[in-house]
């Protein structure tokens, strides 16, 4: 069983930065890819960024460089640094777990970003 919490969410003014964290837990050990989405009121969940547990990463285009996912495999935990956030990244972003080759998607709980004045 694996066990996906996110921390760091909040409310920030434009062109502020904020820091997502989180952490995963269980029989993790095999080659993995974790991940950051977000869902906006009425909007679909979409893929913020990625990154392999060999530290591989992936970007959604809608992020323009502002976004920098990373890696600290012996706490197995993964972070977004978000920078010149703006009104349209507000939304609740939620971290993903899988194995590769493995379908099976572990959700956390999401966490709400706000960016407003």
């Known amino acids: 069983q694996v066990h996906v919490v996110e921390s760091g969410g909040g409310l920030v003014q434009p062109g502020g930065s904020l820091r997502l964290s989180c952490a995963a837990s269980g029989s993790i050990s095999r080659l993995n890819v974790m991940g950051w989405y977000r869902q906006a009121p009425g909007e679909q969940r979409e893929l913020v960024a990625t990154?392999?547990?060999?530290?591989?990463?992936n970007y959604a285009e809608s992020i323009e460089g502002r976004f920098t996912i990373s890696r600290d495999n012996a706490n197995n935990t993964v972070y977004l640094q978000m920078n010149s956030l703006k009104p349209a990244d507000t939304a609740v972003y939620y971290c993903?777990?899988?194995?590769?080759?493995?379908?099976?998607?572990?959700w956390g709980q999401g966490t709400q970003v706000t960016v407003s004045s």
């Open positions: 990154i392999t547990s060999r530290g591989i990463p």
């Open positions: 993903n777990f899988r194995f590769l080759y493995e379908t099976d998607y572990y």
